[in-house]
């Protein structure tokens, strides 16, 4: 029986795998395009002559072909000739696709001298050139499909076509870079589209999984008549859990939304197909998701205490430290040996006052509600260096972008406190870039229009005991072209404490109009002339340097009181992206101490979109488990970067899970290093306060594997006492060697104890 349903699941990834798509109806754009930077609207006419330009290659940005640096306009020229031929054998004969893969970051896309697309949206036919291109963020990442009707005259079937690519690029890499690179005729693909990954999923009472698939016929003229199977199959043993088979007739402009159910044990691997498969051609249009697997178990009834075990103030700051815990109905909190000039509030656990002298205190922490009561210590150090572990919080600037405003800010806050969030150490709220207006003629910086009162929404955010952080850059301009903070810093730093201002990130940008390109003194400098500002007021504000990681920021950003400092470039919600940043922290590992953290930038779970519309991260489920593996080992500060109000289970249980949090936690604030690495897979380890270590597998295949553990290679040798920290569970004892599974592109997180 269950190799049967092994081999169901070969055939089912064999159909999904095979695209039955490519003939003699695609006509190939991979080489002979020629290039110029520069601007000339003439350049788009079929009769201009570019003989003397470059000739580029589409799959690689012009940075990388000899033109560093360089931002602004550019345009792509080539020749081609369109087969009337390709109409004959194509499947759908009334349209023509030009694929001009991504572009960064805006395009116009001329054939024969006529616009036929800009920025990626299919245009209306006969639409004129947009005077110039809006900044929108995020349009490199989108495929340039542009559709043309096969009567549209401005083809010149069988002769030479020009195609003419007009680029804008506002930083960073610049023009085309992926494929595809072709004029195709459209297929299945094209029109019937599925869905799913839009809905969340939704896990009930009796292990019953709800879902919604979507699917749609976009074609406003073709009707597709076949067969739809949706399959839900368990990884292991291939255990098919949802099996569903049915004629469809996909009528033009058809949106067909239904729930799926099926009975899962919610900590299984599970995969969902979908094929449809069209009926006079037999061409088939597939696709398959993992379902999220829920590993965070529910906290206990009882009340047990989170967060961070260590908290550092410096003297004469005012001090405000949440307590949080976890469990049902009302908790208590009080706190014994508390040093003068503290007190705790009974009902929510917030610690407030002031202490003048240096020292370090262990204050006894107990938490009670109607089922027991729960201690724990807290060490509280008045010295000089303020966030002793990794903040953990929320920061607008993943989700929201420039859209940020005081509501939504606001109801982040709410968010944190009703999803549970905050009672598992989620603390910070911070603002990113959008809220600055300008600095008036005394030098005061005014806030936009969407943040009327920043005072009153610090003072909200902290009435729900969370804390707050704002965004500037030393620059004239932060990187959103808002006001900067050159030449204002003490005063800026003023309104800031004024208000209540709780972090800081200092990013960079615009200051590269004031150093270029910047030794290694110029790179510290506006750092120490902020760091001067913040240390001018009586306040604990977080210090997080944003600068790319450039100079190797992780060997000198203590020197300028850093509390954290950004690593690397900005993080995006694909694999791509969060391995390469993820499994190259390591040479940052030994700068790494309590106070000073590596960041590897913020979170890319849950929903996101740096602008107004938002959509689920682009990362597996899995992946998502790998983030917050290594992200928790790395120590870094953990920035929730997606919609709080919009948080699905599966989200909720990736960021409550109190031992993966324990281990970001740690007061020993040392970050892991890479004990191992190899094509396949990574195995991290970190040290722990208490001894112990923390283990994370990484499995950068797309297969699932077992991962061998030598413990030699772990420093660790005889027996060992091995918990599984996502389930919370103990797996009993290991000696030399250990294996275990992990899912593509998964992690495991074990601590180890003797
Ligand atoms: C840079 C930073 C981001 C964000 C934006 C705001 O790109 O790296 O994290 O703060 O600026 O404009």
Not at 20 to 31: I, R
Not at 730 to 747: I, N, S, Y
């Amino acid at each position: 029986m269950r190799r049967i349903a092994c081999l169901l699941t070969v055939l089912i990834m064999l159909l999904v795998s095979c695209s039955t798509e490519t003939g003699k109806d695609v006509v190939l754009l991979d080489t002979g395009w020629k290039f110029s930077t520069g601007d000339d609207m003439t350049w788009g006419n079929p009769s201009f002559n570019d003989s003397g330009w470059d000739n580029i290659n589409p799959m690689e940005t012009w940075e990388k072909q000899g033109h560093k640096k360089y931002d602004g306009f550019a345009w792509y020229r080539i020749r081609q000739v369109i087969p009337r031929s390709m109409i004959k054998t194509a499947f759908l004969k009334d349209s023509i696709i030009f694929r001009l893969g991504k572009i960064d970051d805006c395009d116009q896309v001329f054939l024969n001298g006529a616009l036929i697309g800009e920025n990626g949206t299919t245009m209306a036919m006969n639409s004129l050139p947009s005077a110039d291109f809006n900044k929108i963020w995020g349009k490199w990442d989108l495929n340039r499909n542009y559709v043309l009707s096969v009567n549209d005259p401005r083809i010149q079937w069988d002769k030479e076509n020009v195609i003419a690519v007009r680029v804008f690029d506002f930083s960073g890499p610049g023009g085309m870079f992926s494929q595809p690179f072709e004029i195709a005729m459209p297929g299945l693909k094209d029109y019937v589209r599925f869905d799913l990954t839009s809905s969340p999923y939704d896990f009930e009472g009796e292990n019953i999984l709800k879902k919604n698939i979507v699917i749609k016929n976009i074609s406003g003229k073709n009707e597709f008549k076949g067969n739809l199977v949706i399959r839900a199959v368990e990884q292991e043993g291939g255990i098919g859990l949802y099996t569903e088979k049915t004629g469809i007739d996909l009528t033009p402009g058809l949106i067909i939304d239904k729930q799926i159910s099926f009975k899962t044990s919610f900590d299984k691997a599970v995969n969902l197909f979908i094929c449809f498969t069209e009926a006079t051609t037999g061409k088939q249009i597939c696709d398959t998701v993992d379902v999220p697997r829920i590993l965070t178990p529910k906290p206990p009834k009882g009340p047990r205490i989170t967060g961070a075990k260590v908290f550092g103030v410096r003297p004469w700051s005012p001090f405000q430290f949440k307590v949080t815990a976890t469990g049902e109905g009302r908790l208590k909190y009080t706190a014994l040996d508390l040093p003068a000039g503290l007190k705790i509030n009974e009902d929510d656990g917030v610690i407030t006052g002031v202490l003048k002298k240096k020292g370090e205190f262990i204050v006894k922490l107990k938490v009670e509600n109607h089922l027991g009561f729960c201690e724990r210590d807290l060490k509280i150090v008045v010295g000089d260096v303020i966030s002793l572990t990794p903040p953990l919080g929320w920061n607008s600037w993943n989700c929201w972008g420039l859209s940020v405003s005081d509501e939504k800010i606001r109801q982040s806050a709410d968010a944190m406190k009703s999803s549970g969030l905050s009672d598992h150490g989620w603390t910070y709220i911070n603002i990113d870039d959008g809220w600055e207006y300008m600095h008036d003629k005394d030098g005061n910086i005014l806030t936009n229009s969407k943040f009327p009162n920043m005072r009153a929404l610090c003072d909200y955010v902290h009435s729900l005991g969370l804390k707050i952080g704002i965004y500037s850059s030393p620059g004239r301009k932060t990187c959103g072209g808002y006001e900067g903070s050159l030449g204002f810093e003490e005063k800026d730093v003023q309104h800031y404490a004024a208000w209540g201002i709780d972090y800081l990130k200092y990013d960079w940008c615009s200051y590269s109009e004031v150093a270029p390109d910047p030794t290694p003194e110029q790179l510290k400098y506006p750092y120490q002339v902020m760091r001067r500002a913040l240390r001018n007021v009586n306040r604990d504000i977080h210090y997080s340097l944003c600068q790319y990681g450039m100079g190797d920021v992780w060997k000198w950003g203590a020197s300028v009181d850093g509390n954290s400092w950004r690593t690397t470039g900005d993080i995006e919600d694909t694999w791509e992206s969060l391995s390469l940043i993820g499994f190259s922290q390591d040479k940052c590992s030994p700068y790494s101490a309590p106070g000073r953290w590596n960041d590897p930038d913020m979170l890319v779970v849950g929903r996101v979109g740096w602008g107004p519309s938002l959509h689920n991260t682009r990362l597996t489920p899995e992946e998502q488990y790998t983030h917050i593996t290594l992200w928790s080992l790395l120590a870094s500060p953990l920035l929730i970067g997606c919609d709080l109000t919009q948080l699905d289970a599966f989200t909720l249980s990736l960021l409550t899970n109190d031992e993966v949090l324990a281990v970001n936690q740690d007061p020993l604030g040392k970050q892991a290093i890479q004990v191992k690495k190899t094509g396949e897979y990574e195995i991290w380890i970190r040290d722990l306060e208490d001894g112990s270590k923390a283990v994370g597998l990484f499995n950068k295949t797309e297969k699932a594997m077992n991962i061998p553990v030598e413990m030699k290679a772990l420093t660790l040798d005889g027996k060992c006492q091995m918990r599984d920290l996502w389930v919370q569970k103990d797996l009993g004892q290991v000696c030399r060697h250990f294996e275990m599974k992990t899912w593509p592109h998964g992690a495991r997180l074990i601590r180890l104890s003797k």
